[in-house]
């Protein structure tokens, strides 16, 4: 039976023996399917297959060189040049050097995730930017599965690279107008987190049990149950709402007819079986406003996503899958392209242009795990394009972005730092850092639920006194008048 493979952020562990990767024993190996063990624990391995996947082991285990891109990473004598056994060619043993090292100089923006650190670091990537560097930073470029999955990486990088670019150059004040101006140009509505809620569950209500009703009725079922908690409640807005849910495809519509007359004379919605949960209805409500928005040229990132959709930040995953799987082949050229137009708005001061060839050449990257293996050459041209397009981000956010030169704020929730961080007493070290929701030390976590309880002492005063300043009629409203 497959294991279960270990968290993204414990790249710097054996998933075997769940010790930290060395230089002498554990050295860490990389294999074919993308999964890294320590060299003690492959030569332990009762049979030649990757314990998490079964993928076998074609090649000779003292054949495969170092991950040297891990081995920095835990203060390992990196070699400058290693023999490779399986690189005949000195032309192509020069390629995979400096593929090699590009994956080398692009592992070093993941240190602050290390297990352990001590310093409040922030890494100038991403959450999206990070896991997907990992992925790259674990491919074992001497086989030819790896190299499909290098190249895939690659281009996964340099897409979300693009995206990181477009956000950098949108103005957030006027992203959520122009994402609900973009929903309601197709006869659609958001009627803010709370209410849409509602409302889609009580479409669902009224549908799960496979019920077929005219759209009049759903909208005014829907609209009676809504009224009393939400007074703005309309027809019209709801009408929206379902539309919205229409262009999903969430119904299955069929054609009442006059047996007599033989004409039609109404249409009834009944809910595909597939979306009669809620997670499933709201899953595909929600892809239909990222695709809306991705249809007017928006980028938006998940946790902006979170905060329009539900009013949190706790949905980021939800949203992320969503955009993943909304992707297709050729948005990562058309992203090119929107970038291209966001440069020529701002004038292009970093001179973000210059990126364009290598961007192209990664679009240009086929994605499907069928490809056919890419050539050395090949490989080295991906890989010195998606570290010159990573440098160019970081090198934006460091100098140019106005998002960049602020420090970054953390979250400020009912619960922001109320209590210990499992990370830090399991394993001694955090992987978010500075940016985690939980404390780190009983003196953080004192002087945080101290700061909460002032604060509510303090909202609860100043609501005090403002009540007190209502008239008599505030409380007891007459509903007949006096004589």
């Known amino acids: 039976m497959p294991v279960q493979a270990p968290q993204w952020t414990e790249f710097l562990l054996c998933p075997i023996c769940t010790q930290t990767f060395e230089e002498t024993v554990r050295r860490p190996i990389s294999l074919g399917c993308g999964h890294t063990v320590c060299k003690m624990c492959l030569n332990k ?38 023999p490779v056994a399986l690189i005949s060619s000195p032309e192509d043993t020069q390629h995979y050097e400096e593929a090699r090292q590009c994956v080398e100089e692009l592992a070093l923006y993941l240190k602050p995730l290390r297990v352990g650190l001590s310093s409040t670091t922030q890494s100038m990537l991403s959450r999206p930017m990070q896991r997907k560097l990992v ?36 103005n957030p004040q006027q992203l959520s107008s122009n994402l609900w101006a973009a929903v309601r140009a197709r006869g659609c509505q958001f009627l803010g987190p709370a209410m849409q809620e509602e409302a889609l569950k009580l479409v669902l209500l009224a549908l799960e049990d496979g019920s077929a009703l005219s759209r009049k009725v759903l909208v005014l079922f829907v609209v009676q149950r809504l009224e009393p908690r939400f007074p703005q409640a309309s027809k019209t807005s709801i009408g929206h709402v379902v539309q919205l849910l229409y262009r999903a495809s969430c119904f299955k519509v069929c054609q009442k007819t006059d047996t007599v007359k033989k004409n039609v004379y ?27 928005a991705m249809e007017g040229g928006l980028r938006i990132a998940p946790d902006q996503w979170s905060s329009l959709l539900y009013g949190d930040q706790s949905h980021k995953s939800h949203m992320q899958s969503i955009i993943d799987k909304l992707q297709t082949p050729a948005s990562f050229a058309q992203s090119v392209q929107e970038l291209t137009i966001a440069l020529q708005r701002t004038g292009d001061p970093a001179n973000l242009n210059r990126l364009r060839p290598h961007l192209e050449l990664l679009a240009n990257i086929d994605p499907s795990p069928d490809a056919p293996p890419p050539t050395w050459e090949q490989l080295e041209k991906g890989l010195v394009a998606v570290k010159t397009v990573v440098h ?45 929701t939980f404390a780190h030390s009983q003196e953080e ?33 007459l509903t007949k008048p006096y004589y």
């Open 445 to 477: 976590l004192e002087k945080s639920v101290s700061i909460h309880s002032i604060l509510g002492w303090n909202i609860y005063i100043a609501f005090s006194l403002e009540v007190f300043k209502r008239p008599f009629s505030f409380f007891f409203p």
């Open 266 to 292: 109404s249409s009834l919605m009944q809910l595909k079986e597939e979306f009669r949960t809620y997670e499933a209805l709201r899953r595909e409500h929600d892809s239909q406003i990222v695709q809306i």
């Open 135 to 170: 992925t790259l930073v674990h491919c074992q470029l001497v086989e030819e599965e790896g190299r499909v999955r290098a190249m895939r990486a690659a281009r996964s990088l340099g897409e979300r690279t693009v995206t990181e670019l477009i956000l950098q150059h949108q």
């Open 45 to 82: 391995l009762h049979r030649k297959a990757c314990p998490f996947d079964q993928t076998a082991i074609s090649t000779d285990i003292e054949q495969l060189p170092v991950n040297t891109a891990l081995l920095q990473l835990v203060g390992g004598q990196v070699p400058k040049a290693q």
């Open 392 to 436: 160019g981000l970081v090198d934006f956010i460091q100098n140019h972005s106005k998002k960049g030169a602020d420090p970054q704020q953390p979250p400020q929730h009912s619960k922001y730092k109320t209590y210990m961080c499992r990370d830090m007493k399991l394993k001694g070290g955090c992987p978010r850092g500075a940016s985690c």
